[in-house]
């Protein structure tokens, strides 16, 4: 009696049963994501737009300091370049620095609700998409001035890297957020290492010029799934073996992501 009983628990807790449950609720977390989009911006004349705003202000103000100080000898390039790769780590920064707080903020739900924690999970996570959508888009038409088939590129070759990308968001931070629920310390570290990573990631410079540190950028999981979106816009040439293998890493996170928190699901609400 006891084997089928855990035969049954771990059905009822596999990967796939987990996942089918989330696409059930789409409609709900979807629905309270919005409506912290919209809260966030209440009584304001622009919207949502400061989201794109806010980025553009950042690219004009790093591109016209750092193109002078590394001397760039094409500023409409070098604009691009960094425009598009702030705006998607500001994006990956967002989530991974909020995620090991997480369940502490839904603290109360988790003890009063019996409700599954990926919920909590795909929430934050649909927030994080809907605030990089609108901020993406607008930076790449602005950038668009600059170079004019970036749009273009999006369109026909983005697919693949941007769908990296929101895997990504998903269960990377999800790891950190079981590890930040168990350890207090990985809030306070988590802010350090982002900016550690960011100075050491191409973003505001070339990777040429980090001369022979080169191979950090290489072996930095945030750059490397950074990079394919901004090459893709830039040249409009798709990576397939690197897009292929992001995808698989990627897909290779999402079970083990889900697999742990389906095995710590009892334990997260006394965590918290």
Avoid at 62 to 91: D, E, H, M, P, R
Avoid at 173 to 189: E, I, K, M
Avoid at 214 to 226: D, E, F, K, Q
């Amino acid at each position: 009696m006891t084997t089928i009983i855990s035969l049954n628990q771990s059905q009822r807790c596999s990967v796939r049963n987990t996942l089918l449950e989330a696409w059930r609720s789409r409609r709900v977390w979807w629905f309270t994501a919005t409506a912290r989009t919209k809260a966030r911006f209440a009584r304001t004349a622009l919207g949502s737009f400061w989201l794109g705003l806010s980025n553009l202000f950042s690219i004009a103000v790093l591109a016209a300091v750092y193109g002078t100080v590394f001397k760039v000898q094409n500023f409409s390039v070098y604009v691009v370049y960094l425009g598009i790769g702030l705006v998607v780590w500001n994006s990956i920064s967002s989530a991974v620095g909020g995620a090991p707080n997480l369940f502490e903020h839904n603290r109360d739900h988790l003890h009063n609700i019996n409700l599954h924690p990926i919920f909590y999970t795909l929430e934050e996570w649909a927030f994080q998409v809907q605030t990089f959508l609108q901020s993406f888009l607008l930076v790449v038409i602005a950038l668009s001035f600059f170079q004019h088939d970036l749009l273009l590129n999006l369109l026909i070759w983005g697919w693949l890297p941007l769908f990296n990308l929101l895997l990504f968001l998903f269960w990377f931070p999800l790891l950190t957020c079981l590890v930040g629920a168990r350890y207090r310390d990985l809030y306070q570290l988590v802010p350090i290492v982002l900016q550690l990573v960011f100075l050491l990631s191409p973003i505001l410079y070339e990777k040429k010029n980090l001369g022979a540190m080169a191979w950090t950028a290489n072996l930095n999981p945030l750059y490397r799934v950074l990079s394919p979106v901004r090459h893709t816009l830039m040249t409009g040439e798709l990576q397939w073996l690197v897009g292929f293998a992001v995808l698989l890493v990627n897909v290779l996170g999402l079970w083990i992501s889900i697999r742990l928190l389906n095995r710590d699901r009892r334990n997260i609400p006394f965590w918290v």
